[in-house]
């Protein structure tokens, strides 16, 4: 297992990360497009990736002064707690 870890959303297959966010019931009706929109247009976003499985997610809403709202946490259920 080689965890990598990304903030740049270029070259995400979002596709795939809907797909997978599906088969682990966590998908929240948002298309590849939305979620693509959703990462590109955060503060900063991060996604896991076990080779081309993308097995989690996070992102950053902010002001840029003082609030900040982490969203979209999510680990791929084969990868929780450990």
Do not use: C
């Not at 297959?13 to 497009?33: M, P, Y």
């Amino acid at each position: 297992m080689t965890i990598r870890y990304t903030t740049d959303t270029n070259g995400i297959d979002w596709e795939k990360v809907r797909q997978t966010l599906i088969e682990d019931q966590f998908h929240n009706g948002r298309s590849a497009e939305q979620y693509a929109a959703s990462f590109e247009n955060s503060h900063t976003a991060v996604i896991a990736h076990d080779g081309d499985q993308p097995i989690g997610t996070a992102r950053v809403l902010s002001d840029g002064v003082v609030n900040a709202y982490i969203v979209d946490v999510w680990t791929y259920r084969p990868y929780r707690r450990q």
